[in-house]
């Protein structure tokens, strides 16, 4: 009988103008401790010399496919990227990022760990211009507790808090659930489809298991960055909460809901920033019953009724 070829783990990086750091990247991915892998390259339409650096290696791994016209986040990309990959597992690396060379060694045993797992997240480290480097929130909180597993409130409960367990370029994903959870936001989203993906397919497995290991890096002085030419308007995510609502009742419910106002509010806050403005129609986008009333009520100018209205809720909770 034939031995089966297919790769433990499929890396998917879509590169659009990343001429100055594909090569770092896609190094740091042959360099790693375990070898069972592919990696699809997806070129979003790049006009520089991106695929010069990329055609500089001559490893059978590596699989290249072409689009012809780029999209907006890369998601478009990422999703060719999955319906091209071979593996089960599929791993996100960014294309102006690296991997440290046992990151997917690490991700073997946390599934053999936790094999109910379907969603995958560790730690990372962010190089800041000028070289200097800090620990993602998350990593330097939880290292201590080893890999661990976390329910969607538990996902919901970090993210609210200012945390991320899972961040592109360390997420790892089975396939069947990226595709069963509809992929990445192409054409609906310049910024947040990414995090609005991971939302949707922690919910649909459950869960996810997160290795205290530190992953990659990010590095914050690329060139070409979404981040920096882009405003998030949180609208995408809004509407994967809405539907998820339909499924979800009691503290899952309230804490979807927490979920949405925190992207609301980044995105309030960044509107400003970038625009240089105020955008109150953002507020009005706010679930009010998910609001912390005794730390904001004042700086978004609710008045004393609505207050009132909470109190008598909470105070009529049992017969809710």
Same mark, same amino acid.
Request: net charge positive; glycine share 8%; charged share 25%.
């Given at each position: ?12 990086v ?10 770092? &990247?896609l190094?740091?991915v ?21 695929m ?7 490893d ?28 089960e597992?599929? &791993? ?16 073997k ?9 379907q ?19 998350y ?14 409130d ?28 509809g ?6 989203a ?25 992953? &990659? ?11 920096n ?24 419910a ?15 806050k ?35 009724k609505?207050r009132t ?12």
């Amino acid at each position: 009988m034939k031995k089966s070829t297919r790769p433990y783990f499929s890396v998917v990086v879509p590169v659009y103008n990343k001429g100055p750091h594909i090569y770092r &990247a896609l190094q740091s991915v042959l360099d790693q401790t375990c070898s069972d892998f592919e990696i699809v390259i997806v070129n979003d339409a790049s006009t520089d010399n991106s695929m010069e650096e990329v055609n500089a290696f001559e490893d059978p791994r590596i699989r290249l496919f072409e689009r012809s016209r780029s999209g907006p986040g890369g998601y478009a990309a990422r999703n060719l990227g999955i319906e091209k990959a071979n593996a089960e597992w599929i &791993a996100f690396l960014d294309a102006d990022d690296e991997w440290n060379p046992d990151h997917l060694e690490n991700y073997k045993e946390l599934i053999r760990t936790f094999p109910e797992a379907q969603v995958l997240g560790c730690g990372r480290e962010i190089v800041q211009p000028g070289g200097a480097i800090r620990t993602g929130d998350y990593f330097k909180i939880h290292a201590a507790d080893g890999s661990h597993y976390l329910t969607l409130d538990g996902y919901l409960e970090a993210y609210i808090s200012g945390l991320r367990p899972l961040w592109t370029s360390v997420t790892c994903i089975r396939k069947q659930v990226l595709q069963q959870a509809g992929g990445f936001p192409a054409g609906r989203a310049r910024r947040g489809g990414d995090i609005d993906t991971w939302l949707r397919c922690v919910e649909y497995a459950g869960g996810m298991a997160w290795s205290a290991h530190i992953g &990659a890096r990010y590095f914050k002085d690329s060139v070409n960055m979404v981040t920096n030419n882009t405003v998030n308007t949180a609208e995408v995510e809004r509407a994967t909460v809405k539907v998820l609502l339909k499924r979800h009742s009691g503290k899952t419910a309230v804490l979807l809901k927490k979920f949405a106002n925190n992207r609301t509010m980044k995105a309030f806050k960044e509107h400003r920033k970038v625009k240089g403005r105020t955008k109150l129609s953002y507020l009005t986008r706010l679930y009010f019953s998910a609001l912390p009333f005794n730390k904001i009520s004042g700086k978004l100018g609710l008045n004393r009724k609505n207050r009132t209205d909470r109190k008598e809720q909470t105070g009529n909770k049992s017969h809710a």
